[in-house]
């Protein structure tokens, strides 16, 4: 069964906007499994726009599931991460004032950069997820330099203009998926998905884990955290292949 990991960052977005202490990423992450969730993820950005290294400090010490840290592939981040040794790392592209992570890995350029880092976070104890466009390539060179896991980029399935370009993006995702479970890599999907389009994405087999935040969170504003991620891990449960 495919596991779901929400992510609290906006949340914390919603604090750092007006310079309060509320509301609180922890608390939301307890909430959150109280849903149901079957982990927490949260982006811990250089800039410091949203998670704050205190989140993540409090979130290591009462996630009771699985604490994965989206973090960019910097020497300062890796000590971070070895610091607070949250349950897994993913690597992401970072760009200084994007509005969210706008890409995956492009791994025939990037992965030497990424290869120690990797190795220097798993002798650390923490397993690895490369965050990539869903590419056969990106999936084949992941494996090659020892991650544990990839999450396939879902912006562009997401974003299609129209239902020709979606089933194509599906396609890449299912291929993708696919090759890595044949690679001995974890799968997860994440980045623009709903409570609509992550049907589709849910059916894939090899799918292990959705990480998804947004649209919780936009729906926890009318509902409750704990309803909106129950919602969202049964549309995930009664789609996802037995």
Excluded: W
């Excluded at 109280?34 to 205190?54: M, S």
């Amino acid at each position: 069964m495919s596991r779901l990991s929400v992510n609290v960052d906006h949340i914390a977005t919603l604090r750092q906007l007006r310079g309060t202490k509320y509301p609180d990423p922890v608390l939301a992450g307890y909430i959150a499994e109280l849903g149901g969730a079957d982990g927490i993820t949260i982006h811990l950005r250089q800039d410091r726009r949203h998670i704050q290294d205190r989140d993540l400090l409090l979130l290591r010490q009462t996630v009771s599931t699985h604490l994965t840290l989206e973090m960019a592939p910097t020497e300062g981040m890796v000590q971070i991460a070895l610091k607070y040794l949250p349950d897994m790392v993913t690597l992401v592209p970072e760009r200084s004032g994007e509005n969210t992570t706008e890409r995956g890995f492009n791994l025939e350029q990037e992965a030497g950069d990424l290869e120690p880092i990797i190795t220097k976070l798993q002798d650390g104890g923490i397993e690895v997820s490369l965050f990539i466009d869903p590419t056969e390539t990106n999936v084949r060179i992941a494996a090659e330099i020892g991650s544990d896991f990839v999450e396939l980029n879902t912006t562009f399935y997401a974003d299609a203009p129209d239902f020709e370009k979606e089933l194509e993006e599906l396609d890449k995702i299912e291929k993708s998926a696919t090759l890595a479970a044949k690679q001995k890599l974890g799968v997860a999907v994440g980045h623009a998905l709903d409570y609509q389009n992550v049907i589709n994405i849910a059916a894939i087999e090899s799918v292990e884990e959705f990480s998804i935040g947004h649209s919780i969170i936009c729906r926890a504003a009318l509902v409750g955290l704990e309803r909106a991620t129950r919602e969202m891990k049964e549309i995930i449960e009664k789609t996802s292949p037995k």
